[in-house]
C-alpha cells in the first residue's frame, strides 16, 4: 500500500506542467512552419530561374486513328529539323516496339520528343539527361532537351508494359552537328551503319 502511495506522488510529480507543454508545442509549430516556407521558397526559385514546370502538357489525341491520319502517321516519326534549326523527334511507343526503333538527333542543338501510345502504357526514359516520361494512350508526352555531345542512348521501355516489356528497346544516337543533314529521314530512323 505504502508503495502504491508512493508510485502515485511519483507520477504526479512527473507530470509535465501545461504551461512547459504549451511552450514546447508552440516552439515546434514555428519550426515546421519555417521548414514548409523553406521548402516552398525552393520550389520557387528553382520553377522562376531553371524554369522548371509541373508537367501540365496535357494534349489529347484519339490513339486509334494514328496510323491513318495526323501528326503520327508513320512518315511524319523520326527527326525533323524546324525552320528555327530545333529538332522535333516524333515517336511511337507500341507493344512491345518504339517507331522509329533509331532516332538520330544531332548534338549541341535544342531537340523537343513528342511520343504518344497506342496500347497501353508505355516509360520513356534517357539516361543521364533530363529525358522521363509515362508515355500514355490518348496523350501526347512532350519533353525538351539538348545533347552536349555526340553519343548512344540505348533505353529500355521504362514502365511494365506486358510480357514482352524486357524486350521493348529503342536508341536515341547524338550525332556530331554538322553530320546531321547529310542524314536522310530514313537514315535518322535506323541505326546500322550507313
Ligand atoms: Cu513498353
Known sequence: MANVEQ??????EGIVPESVIARTEKRWLIAMVAMLAFLMA????????????APTNVETIDP???HISGEFIESNLGS????DGSITVRGIADQ???????????AGTPVKFR???????????????????????GFVSELRTRFDRP??????????????HQGMWTRVVAVPREQFPSLTPTG????AQQ
Open 7 to 12: 508510485g502515485k506522488a511519483s507520477l504526479l
Open 80 to 83: 525533323a529539323l524546324e525552320p
Open 64 to 66: 486509334t486513328t494514328l
Open 96 to 106: 512491345y516496339a518504339f517507331v522509329p526503333e533509331c532516332m538520330r538527333v544531332p
Open 151 to 164: 553519343g548512344v542512348y540505348r533505353m529500355p521501355c521504362n514502365e511494365f508494359c506486358g510480357p514482352g
Open 115 to 137: 511520343l504518344t501510345s497506342v496500347d497501353v502504357i508505355h516509360g520513356f526514359l534517357l539516361p543521364f539527361t533530363n529525358v522521363n516520361t509515362m508515355v500514355v494512350p
Open 188 to 191: 535518322r530512323a535506323i541505326c
Open 42 to 53: 525552393i520550389v520557387v526559385t528553382s520553377g522562376i530561374t531553371h524554369a522548371i514546370r
